[in-house]
């Protein structure tokens, strides 16, 4: 009897229980490997770094070159259905910034996106952006602080400038004085990794978490 209740409940246990947990990379193109070979981006690089590290995730990356936070939230519902993710990394926001729509909104569409990926029991963790001070001092400062304000309204993991290390180094940067380099991917892996490991639990593989 015990070993038929166990079989019933394989049986009917749903497939995706047992799959690989899913991490939703969810950004623009600082997260594409814009103007670099794709598997040289830090998203493919993070993918490698988590075998290596015996950990059993597998890597959705649903970014796209020139996504606001607009944008992304049109189509966030319908990426988490199809990924089914257990953990959801946001970059998003540079666009918004740099086009200087209002930040406000840009808050609004991040909380929205932030809520329903804990409605289907996502852990979150928000990636922070600065934008250049030419934009003036106010609207720079509201733009930065609406990350550390998200972080602490929700409770998540920050990190709290994405590109740092990276921006305003010359051999970091592309020509267009915007999007990191091949060379500058290792670093914003570092960056993303010192924020995401402590909420990836224990590998599975201990041999080759060392």
């Not at 166990?6 to 995706?16: E, H, M, T």
């Not at 990836?200 to 060392?210: E, F, I, N, T």
Request: hydrophobic share 40%; charged share 20%; no cysteine.
């Amino acid at each position: 009897m015990l070993r038929r209740f166990f079989l019933l409940l394989i049986l009917n246990f749903p497939l995706w229980a047992f799959a690989a947990p899913t991490i939703l990379v969810y950004g623009d193109s600082l997260s594409a490997a814009y103007g670099i070979p794709r598997d040289q981006g830090w998203v493919e690089l993070l993918q490698q770094r988590l075998v290596e590290k015996g950990y059993s995730h597998r890597i959705a990356n649903a970014s796209v070159s020139g996504e606001t936070t607009s944008g992304g939230l049109s189509r966030f519902n319908d990426t988490l259905q199809k990924t089914q993710p257990s953990l959801v990394i946001i970059e998003l926001g540079a666009n918004d910034g740099l086009r200087g729509l209002p930040v406000p909104d840009m808050k609004r569409n991040l909380a929205t996106m932030i809520e329903a990926a804990r409605k289907q029991d996502a852990k979150v963790m928000l990636l922070g952006m600065r934008i250049p001070p030419n934009y003036g001092p106010g609207y720079t400062r509201e733009f930065a602080n609406t990350y550390q304000q998200l972080a602490q309204q929700y409770k998540l993991p920050l990190l709290e400038f994405f590109l740092d290390g990276v921006a305003g180094k010359r051999q970091m940067v592309q020509d267009d004085g915007l999007h990191p380099t091949a060379e500058a991917q290792q670093h914003l892996l570092d960056n993303v990794w010192a924020v995401l490991h402590p909420m990836l639990g224990k590998p599975v593989s201990r041999a080759s978490s060392r």
